[in-house]
């Protein structure tokens, strides 16, 4: 067993500013902490913008940016503090990879079918690694929005356009992909070589439409549409 933890903290300061009757800006900016990743502090910005063109509160246009951040997994925190640099040791139940017979006696295997007690010691070498990418960065979403209401009578009309762009995702690659045509790693020592990065990139793009008829005594009516196209590399 092992005890581990990532202290994190965040603060968030904003503020309205009414420029004209018509028009309202918010401004914020966040302040965010992290421990076990390598970008240990962030300040992801915030913005707003509400104008009521005709001044009668009958119709607004809005827009709106934003950077939100995400949290490190803690898996990154594992494989350099439990397992070592190397990352975690896997055997498969059979070696009958190229390396077999080119080093000592897989521990494992030499037990079957009995489960042996291990260490990290027991392992002469580690066929499969995970290990971590040097370079990785905490995941981060940037945001915008555009659109608007307007109220026809009883009837309250809404359009929304919305982007949004991810960048370092969160991934795990092969760094020691398998040649088909060779039957060669890049790397003869190893197998696979899972490398957890944050190399993923997404996009989203969604049209939100709505229209709401209130009636008297608490009651109202929705149709809502929402047209979305979503994609990643993850």
């Known amino acids: 067993s092992y005890r581990g933890a990532n202290h994190i903290g965040a603060a968030f300061v904003d503020d309205r500013w009414q420029a004209r009757p018509d028009l309202t800006v918010n401004l914020g ?24 063109p005709r001044g009668d509160q009958t119709t607004v246009l809005r827009a709106s940016y934003g950077v939100y951040y995400g949290q490190s997994l803690f898996q990154f925190y594992e494989l350099p503090s439990v397992f070592g640099p190397e990352g975690v040791v896997l055997f498969d139940v059979r070696d009958n990879s190229a ?6 006696v897989n521990p494992v ?17 580690n066929p499969n690694p995970d290990v971590l990418d040097p370079d990785r960065r905490l995941p981060s979403i940037n945001t915008v929005s555009v659109g608007g209401q307007a109220a026809i ?13 991810g960048r370092h995702l969160f991934r795990a690659r092969d760094v020691n992909p398998y040649d ?5 790693r890049p790397d003869p020592r190893f197998n696979r070589i899972r490398q957890f990065e944050s190399t993923a990139s997404s996009w989203y793009h969604a049209l939100l439409a709505s229209a709401t008829r209130r009636f008297a005594d608490r009651y109202q009516a929705q149709v809502s549409y929402t047209l979305a196209r979503a994609e990643n590399d993850a």
């Open 29 to 52: 900016v966040r302040w965010e902490g992290e421990a076990i990743t390598p970008d240990r502090i962030t300040v992801p910005p915030r913005l707003g913008l509400a104008w009521d």
């Open 99 to 104: 390396l077999a017979g080119q080093y000592p």
């Open 109 to 125: 295997l030499a037990a079957y079918p009995q489960v042996p007690t291990l260490s990290r010691s027991s392992f002469p070498y």
């Open 153 to 165: 009578g009883d009837v309250v009309l809404k359009s929304d356009y919305v982007y949004a762009r």
């Open 180 to 184: 088909v045509r060779t039957g060669l």
